[in-house]
């Protein structure tokens, strides 16, 4: 990491890959008025596909946002009204109903609106974590969060199943979206992992058209101020342990057996702008080792999931279970240390914003074509501004990004927010209907569904480099695109490697 950290800080290199950088979005503004033409009229040859009707997946979505506020309001209103008399809530000794924790805010299902639900991003958002995160709270309450947006309450996240059923609901009447919602284990406990899984199944929230990732929240300071841990050690044992003993015999926890079987990867998530040491080296103490209240670095989370992960794989695939992908939140603030550790350990990232002022790590992210989950609206309301957003640049340089949409509940106001995120670029940027299915091919690609959908998504042989992997008639991108970005990209490779072995 070290060496990688000196290569980013080298002058000479700096120039050189900002150069490479900007020959290669020199060279698609060549390609795009040269070839748009026929990139349409191929596009055009091809019956029935088109850009609604190809499919698409939203790479970095949470599930505790992943409805609208009119959704949301429209839930709590009908469920207010249908299951007022249902405890839901305890102070101290004393259970609570839905009607009395509404009653106890003096508001009834008439007095509520999505002004007053006040969950949507605004302009006091910006570079206020903290406040953003506040947003999860309806009404500024987070007893209704508690209610609503948790797999684990009174109710045993029956409210939040049902929620979630009518997103997968809408989804399937789309039928060509496709999630990837992110629920958290926060390694406190053993039994998290089960408790989740007893959600999930006692529950049935499943559809086709989603696959979760579990998002692990880098709170260890937290969790040692409350003893709710004694070192960093325990939050390992407790994410990875249950997931050991399930791949070595699944009826030990049949429930999460089950579970685990749509479950496509992990991501590790909290605001990364938090100050920290953030190297990470051999004199860092071993988890066991870490007792004091400090947080350990983003490098040191990364490390230790990713050693554990790599286990849990390797056991998984040798009994024929399905394996994970490791696919963090990077890059959206911090230091340019974070965006190395991920290229070092990780498939994918979400947010990559920091790349644009890192050229050497940008480029290699460009030469191993590592994943870019990239989500503009959520960006502008947090940390960069929507006109400032690097996606443009990123597409015409070639790096392998999708769009997502982060957290709907905040940042959309439609049913169906991978669409509205798509239409904003598209107006924005003007990108054409080439780049956008271009968007949608690369999110399939980054997308942890299994090899037996992404076959018939993107084609039989959609492993297969350059135009041979490439099926227009249903992933609806000319061949004229794929065969520029492989061919650039092989001259590229081809330059680094001549240089080294002139060397």
């Avoid at 408790?195 to 049935?204: E, F, G, P, T």
């Avoid at 992933?475 to 794929?482: A, L």
């Amino acid at each position: 990491m070290q060496t990688i950290c000196g290569y980013v800080c080298d002058g000479p290199l700096k120039s050189f890959c900002f150069q490479r950088l900007s020959f290669l979005q020199s060279k698609f503004k060549l390609h795009s008025p040269l070839n748009e033409v026929r990139e349409l009229a191929e596009q055009k040859a091809v019956s029935h596909r088109d850009f609604y009707n190809v499919r698409k997946v939203d790479t970095h979505i949470h599930a505790a946002a992943c409805m609208n506020q009119k959704h949301l309001l429209r839930f709590i209103k009908r469920s207010l009204k249908q299951d007022g008399d249902l405890p839901v809530s305890k102070i101290g000794t004393k259970a609570l109903t839905l009607q009395e924790v509404f009653e106890s805010m003096n508001l009834s299902a008439f007095d509520l609106t999505t002004d007053m639900l006040d969950c949507h991003a605004d302009r006091s958002t910006f570079h206020r974590f903290d406040k953003f995160n506040a947003k999860y709270n309806p009404i500024g309450e987070s007893r209704l969060r508690e209610i609503f947006m948790k797999t684990d309450n009174m109710v045993n996240g029956k409210y939040f199943a049902n929620l979630l059923k009518e997103v997968f609901v809408d989804l399937e009447d789309g039928k060509y979206t496709n999630l990837e919602l992110r629920l958290s284990v926060y390694g406190r406990s053993v039994d998290e992992w089960d408790k989740l899984a007893h959600w999930a199944v006692s529950n049935n929230v499943y559809s086709d058209n989603n696959r979760w990732l579990i998002q692990v929240p880098r709170l260890y300071d937290i969790y040692r101020v409350h003893n709710s841990v004694d070192n960093f050690q325990d939050i390992i044992k407790c994410l990875f342990q249950p997931l050991l003993e399930v791949a070595i015999d699944p009826s030990s926890h049949p429930d999460l057996h089950k579970f685990l079987q749509y479950v496509s990867g992990f991501d590790s998530v909290d605001d990364e702008s938090k100050p920290e040491n953030a190297m990470f080296d051999i004199d860092v103490p071993t988890p066991d080792e870490w007792s004091w209240h400090e947080n350990p670095p983003y490098s040191y989370y990364l490390y230790y999931t990713f050693v554990n992960i790599t286990v849990l794989n390797q056991l998984r695939e040798e009994r024929g279970l399905n394996t994970f992908k490791f696919r963090p939140h990077c890059g959206e603030a911090g230091p340019i240390q974070h965006l190395v550790s991920s290229f070092m350990m990780c498939e994918s990232i979400s947010h990559g914003l920091l790349l644009r002022k890192a050229p050497v790590v940008q480029y290699l992210y460009y030469l191993c074509q590592m994943g870019i989950a990239m989500s503009p609206l959520s960006n502008n309301s947090l940390f960069l501004d929507y006109n400032r957003s690097p996606l443009p640049d990123y597409l015409m340089r070639g790096l392998n990004i999708s769009l997502s949409t982060d957290d709907p509940l905040q940042f959309h106001f439609t049913k169906e927010p991978l669409m509205e995120e798509f239409s904003i670029a598209a107006s924005v940027w003007k990108l054409s209907s080439c780049d956008m299915c271009e968007l949608a091919r690369n999110s399939l690609l980054q997308g942890g569904f299994e090899e037996k959908m992404k076959s018939y998504w993107l084609g039989p042989n959609y492993k297969r480099e350059g135009v041979a992997g490439n099926d227009i008639t249903r992933t609806n991108v000319p061949d004229i695109r794929v065969s520029y970005r492989y061919e650039t990209l092989i001259e590229e490779l081809s330059n680094i490697f001549k240089s080294v072995l002139k060397v």
